[in-house]
């Protein structure tokens, strides 16, 4: 069974910007969530999409953005992108709501 | 306070030492996860639990519910397993902890 795939792997931004970043969780799976890594903040969860609807929620701001198709491939995008932004982004996929996580490698995004 | 406190930051041990990290959480949890992280960045699910024990080979968790504590103990520590463990509590979301870097030297 294939794994967690997210592209591109890497990308470079200005600030303004705006970009998307994909996931393709594991076959069957219909739960895709999205995290933000840094040093600083350590993991934190920016949210959860189930069946094509936003299940749970981080506390980032309006400008981060998601959606799932109904083939469970999810997309998240991130407006009027700052420095702060620089990361490395994660999706992880699982069976049910928030249940066993199995990871994407990331898409690590350099703000300049 | 933070939400959710590791211990150790850093552990360094030689192979073959009996290793416990601990995790201590103030949300309240439908699970609990443990993860691992290389230093290449992928991340690893190790357990899911929400009570008792789980075994998987070398690797332990437990977790009581009533104190919310988790800890995770590694047997027969190997170089291999050098890494970041990471706990994250989650209900609703996914909190997570600072994690605890393991060093295991031959």
Redesign the interface.
């Known amino acids: 069974k294939a794994g967690v795939t997210q592209t591109p792997r890497y990308l470079i931004k200005t600030r303004g910007q705006q970009v998307t970043l994909s996931c393709s969780p594991i076959s069957g799976h219909r739960s895709v969530s999205w995290y933000q890594q840094t040093p600083g903040q350590g993991l934190q969860f920016l949210f959860e999409y189930f069946s094509e609807t936003q299940r749970n929620k981080g506390n980032f701001p309006g400008r981060f953005s998601g959606r799932q198709f109904s083939n469970s491939r999810s997309e998240m995008n991130v407006s009027t992108l700052e420095l702060g932004d620089s990361a490395l982004y994660l999706c992880a996929s699982s069976l049910v709501s928030l249940g066993e996580q199995f990871f994407g490698p990331g898409t690590r995004l350099t703000v300049l | 306070k933070n939400e959710v406190e590791q211990s150790p930051q850093n552990l360094t041990a030689q192979e073959g030492e009996f290793i416990t990290i601990n995790c201590s959480y103030s949300v309240g949890i439908?699970?609990l996860?443990w993860?691992q992280q290389h230093p290449g960045?992928?991340?690893?699910?190790l357990f899911?639990l929400s009570s008792g024990k789980k075994k998987h080979g070398r690797l332990i968790a437990t977790i009581n519910i009533q104190e919310k504590h988790s800890s995770l103990h590694i047997t027969a520590s190997h170089p291999r397993d050098s890494a970041v463990y990471?706990c994250?509590p989650?209900n609703?979301?996914?909190?997570?902890?600072?994690?605890t870097r393991l060093t295991v030297k031959p």
Do not use: K, T
Not at chain 2, 41 to 45: F, K, L, N, P, R
Not at chain 2, 92 to 99: E, L, S
């Open positions: 439908s699970a996860h993860l960045g992928g991340i690893v699910s899911m990471i994250a989650g609703n979301d996914m909190r997570f902890g600072a994690g």
